[in-house]
């Protein structure tokens, strides 16, 4: 799922880091629309395939998110969204007639994309990431970044972690979900250094030195995506999908989904309406609550 | 700033010769020696460079003490207004320089009450203006009134925001607004052309009155008719700004050093600083003279007919308390004197009430 404001490259860096066109781009809306008046999800669902391995991505986008003069609470949709999948997902693992592989719809990655003021995070990103970061993976990216000389690039970056860990916002990878000392050595240094990316996306190709690369023409020199004395683009992308996607997968199903099934459970006081285990109808509100399974 | 050479001293035996042309010296010398004013307000969200900006135009620093607070501190400020002022002077020639900022603004995740700190500035120094010049001792008329609007529109979207939008239009008719595209060098020229364009149409669909460049009279010379063409073909003008000295190309050169190349603040093909600095020095008159012709007497306009009497309202006021006051003073004795009639027929019908209270008054 990509969140952020509008104009931030999402849609160019979610097709930067897949290689094809996933993303539905921007300027193709913006001629005719308008900024939505709500926050809107639209999700988009493809196919990729590399070295035999086939993976079902589905990208999420949230255009009219924090456009607003009031954005109170423009997290909610998103919010109710991310529920929705795990509430999909839950009934069809209580269901009595299971699916061998139950679709999986759930978010398993929120990249949050910073503006890149060079100040601090803004508000609204502090007030969306405390809602959010209890209930998905969010990886917060500096986006553009190439609006920044790499003195600005550290100084910001060092803002930005302290300010996050000031307000108690866990991004992905959470410290308290390293499972032994070689996750948590690796974990530490993608954290308390590299994180949060600052990437830049384009998905045009230019010539230098000899090869192709993708990059952005400028007058006063081309910034190539892939090189990593311009950007954090291929940390990102080998981050996010070579070393932790499964991590991804395992810590949005251990974790945030378990959270979200112990409290349905524990608010229900049983199992989703209707539904029952083995064949036993339960009461819709037993005297004691559900073992949770943790 | 002024481009006629100041001429000879022409002998006033001469024949024919009145003598009125050296006028225009005499306004020269005066002016000069007068110094000039001029306040400039910038407006825009934080982090979009108007600092960095304000410092490069005039080659100065503004803010030489600044903390800029985090995102947690800013959840609970409003915007403010800080005015600085500083004197720099060229060649002789003085300039009084106000730069009002507005930190805070659109920071807010509730943006609504965003602008209703900054219109009431300008209104209050419209105000201030007023009653100095409708006072009695006009001397020293002090003018704070804000001649130009520099509003800070973000690279980042794709075009104006919801924000940008509802702001211009709450201060179009009371100050002359400069659009200007911050942070230029996050564009490509393709990206900066198609921005330019979608803010231009932008703003005419909201019918937002953006300062214009008056055009160059037919009298001026052909230099200055183009390059007044050339500006008024670049607006918004997108900027960047520094005043970080680089190496470039065997030269130091004011810009920004990336690792893929050096952007330069005055090249004009790296960005339109150049335009903006020439468009604010040569046309600071007219924004002075605008504010003056075309907004402060909109407001002022405004306010006579709404306030009737404000003008000389000092006197007037003090006139009025007094005959309010005497007014409640009467009736407060006719209260009294009525209380003490009642209390008479009382005592007059409850004689054997034991009346032994006197009157008291």
């Known amino acids: 799922m990509s969140k952020g404001q509008s104009g931030l490259g999402k849609s160019t860096l979610v097709n930067t880091l897949f290689k094809s066109q996933v993303s539905r781009k921007a300027s193709s809306w913006n001629r005719e629309e308008k900024i939505p008046k709500t926050v809107e999800i639209k999700a988009i669902g493809h196919v990729i395939e590399e070295g035999g391995v086939k993976m079902k991505l589905t990208v999420i986008d949230t255009p009219g998110f924090g456009d607003q003069i009031n954005n109170e609470n423009c997290w909610e949709p998103i919010e109710k969204y991310i529920n929705e999948q795990y509430e999909k997902f839950l009934k069809e693992e209580v269901n009595i007639a299971r699916k061998k592989r139950i679709p999986d719809t759930r978010v398993h990655c929120c990249l949050y994309f910073i503006s890149p003021t060079g100040h601090s995070l803004r508000p609204l990103d502090l007030e969306f990431m405390k809602h959010l970061s209890k209930v998905v993976n969010i990886i917060p990216v500096i986006a553009k970044a190439d609006t920044m000389t790499l003195e600005e690039k550290s100084e910001f970056k060092q803002r930005v972690r302290k300010e996050l860990e000031v307000n108690g916002i866990e991004f992905y990878p959470q410290k308290e979900f390293d499972e032994d000392l070689e996750d948590k050595t690796e974990n530490d240094k993608i954290r308390q250094e590299s994180m949060p990316f600052a990437v830049v996306g384009s998905d045009k190709e230019y010539q230098v030195n000899g090869k192709r690369v993708l990059g952005r023409k400028t007058p006063w020199g081309i910034i190539e995506v892939e090189n990593l004395s311009h950007c954090e683009f291929a940390l990102l992308r080998d981050f996010v999908i070579r070393t932790h996607l499964q991590d991804l997968k395992e810590v949005t199903h251990n974790i945030h989904y378990e959270t979200y099934r112990a409290k349905r459970l524990n608010d229900n006081g049983g199992l989703p309406p209707g539904e029952g285990l083995l064949g036993t109808v339960l009461p819709p509100v037993p005297a004691t609550p559900c073992p949770t399974a943790e | ?361």
């Open chain 2, 1 to 361: 700033m002024s481009k006629q050479q100041p001429t000879q001293f022409i002998n006033p035996e001469t024949p024919g010769y009145v003598g009125f042309a050296n006028l225009p010296n005499q306004v020269h010398r005066k002016s000069v020696k007068k110094g000039f004013e001029f306040t400039l307000m910038v407006v825009g969200e934080s982090g979009l460079g108007k600092s960095t900006l304000i410092n490069s135009l005039f080659l100065t620093d503004l803010y030489p003490e600044r903390v800029i607070p985090g995102a947690a501190e800013k959840i609970e400020r409003t915007v403010q207004i800080e005015a600085s002022t500083v004197e720099i002077e060229e060649r002789g020639v003085k300039l009084r320089l106000t730069v009002v900022d507005t930190p805070g603004y659109g920071d807010a995740i509730n943006c609504r009450d965003c602008f209703k700190t900054i219109i009431s500035y300008i209104d209050e120094q419209f105000e201030r203006y007023l009653h100095d010049e409708s006072g009695l001792n006009r001397r020293h008329i002090v003018d704070n009134r804000v001649h130009c609007c520099f509003y800070f529109i973000s690279p980042f979207g794709h075009g104006l925001k919801p924000l940008d939008v509802a702001f211009m239009k709450a201060i179009h008719n009371k100050v002359n607004i400069v659009p200007v595209i911050a942070k230029a060098d996050t564009l490509t020229l393709k990206e900066r052309e198609r921005l330019k364009k979608r803010i231009l149409d932008e703003i005419e669909e909201h019918s937002i009155k953006i300062y214009h460049l008056p055009d160059a009279e037919s009298d001026e010379d052909e230099d200055f008719k183009e390059q007044t063409r050339l500006l008024k073909a670049s607006i918004p003008f997108s900027v960047v700004g520094s005043n970080q000295l680089i190496e470039a190309k065997g030269k130091k050169v004011r810009g920004r050093l990336y690792p893929w190349g050096v952007v330069e603040v005055e090249n004009p093909e790296h960005n339109d600083f150049l335009k903006l600095r020439t468009m604010l020095i040569t046309h600071m008159q007219d924004l002075q003279e605008v504010t003056q012709d075309l907004h402060y007497e909109n407001f002022r306009s405004e306010r006579l007919k709404r306030g009737g009497r404000k003008v000389e309202n000092e006197d007037m006021n003090k006139d009025q308390i007094l005959l309010e006051k005497e007014a409640e003073l009467r009736r407060m004795q006719e209260m009294i004197a009525r209380m003490q009639a009642q209390m008479q027929l009382q005592m007059q019908g409850g004689d054997s009430d034991g009346g032994a209270h006197g009157h008291h008054v």
